[in-house]
């Protein structure tokens, strides 16, 4: 089982959008997938339970309080091979009582341990701000998806990055990925010399702005349903091919056989 954290210490800047539909399409691929909803605003929560039957009752904070098993949680989607766990606001209140025990941060670690055999892949989305909670997300995380939509999203990464040295003694396999800039030429070229002044490296992959990718949450499933050939669907596509060549060299070269990009509309 290999865990990706889709993290930045900034609102807007597309880390539920990848979370959700990287998840379904890695579900879609074949492969055991749970996607976490580690943010207290409960983003991904709301449009999985506006679209579907999945429902709020047995959220993370309950696992998180030692009062449930993770597994007592986790709810079937209506997308094959994709599991999910909700989130809920009382989230973050918990998030800031749990730092009384001296391993509030390795809660999560521990409680995936129990489902390791299940899943091939869980995709966490964290929450905005560095909490105890995004701590929780750091520590079993086999790779981060870190997404830029401005200058700022790269400035927040700094406090990020820092969180994640402290809390990590290894060097974890990190996609720094620009989201949502490819209608703005001025701000991404700036965002691009920032990360370059910086010594942040780019991932292959960037998310282009997308409008089906901003309207997916309206409706059900993930942007492989709703609009399979708009440039949000090949740019995640690209993005999943990226994260398996990391994970299974071999089966990525697969992958990238499977599916030609086609369709011009974005
Ligand atoms: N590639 C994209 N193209 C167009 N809109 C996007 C894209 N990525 C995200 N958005 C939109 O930008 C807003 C913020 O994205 P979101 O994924 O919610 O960010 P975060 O979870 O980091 O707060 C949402 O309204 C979302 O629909
Ligand atoms: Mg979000």
Redesign the pocket.
């Known amino acids: 089982m290999k865990v990706i954290t889709v993290i930045?210490a900034?609102?807007?800047?597309?880390?539920?959008?990848?979370?959700m539909n990287l998840a379904a399409g890695l579900a879609n691929k074949g492969f055991m997938t749970l996607l976490m909803d580690m943010?207290p605003q409960a983003?991904v929560t709301q449009w999985l339970i506006s679209g579907d039957g999945i429902n709020s009752e047995g959220t993370i904070v309950l696992p998180m309080a030692g009062i449930a098993l993770l597994s007592d949680v986790i709810q079937e989607t209506d997308v094959d091979n994709l599991s999910f766990v909700a989130s809920a606001e009382t989230l973050e209140e918990l998030g800031r009582r749990m730092t009384d025990d001296s391993e509030y941060y390795m809660l999560l670690s521990k409680l995936l341990e129990e489902i390791t055999a299940k899943y091939d892949f869980v995709v966490i989305?964290s929450p905005?701000q560095i909490s105890p909670i995004m701590e929780n997300a750091i520590v079993p995380a086999d790779l981060f998806i870190v997404?830029f939509?401005s200058t700022k999203a790269v400035r927040s990464y700094a406090n990020v990055y820092k969180l994640i040295q402290n809390l990590r003694n290894d060097e974890p396999s990190t996609l720094h990925v620009l989201?949502?800039l490819s209608r703005l030429e001025g701000l991404r070229k700036r965002v691009i010399e920032l990360m370059n002044s910086e010594g942040i490296p780019r991932a292959k992959t960037e998310?282009?702005?997308?409008?089906w990718?901003?309207?997916v949450?309206e409706h059900m499933g993930s942007i492989f349903s709703y609009r399979p050939k708009s440039n949000?669907a090949k740019?995640i596509h690209t993005l999943i091919v990226e994260v398996i060549t990391i994970f299974h060299p071999l089966t990525a070269i697969c992958t990238k056989a499977e599916v030609k990009p086609n369709g011009t509309s974005s």
Not at 10 to 19: L, R, V
Not at 207 to 211: D, F, Q, W
């Open positions: 930045n900034k609102g807007g800047c597309g880390k539920s959008t990848i979370a943010d983003q989305d905005n997404p939509e989201s949502n998310i282009r702005s997308c409008g990718l901003a309207q949450d949000g740019d």
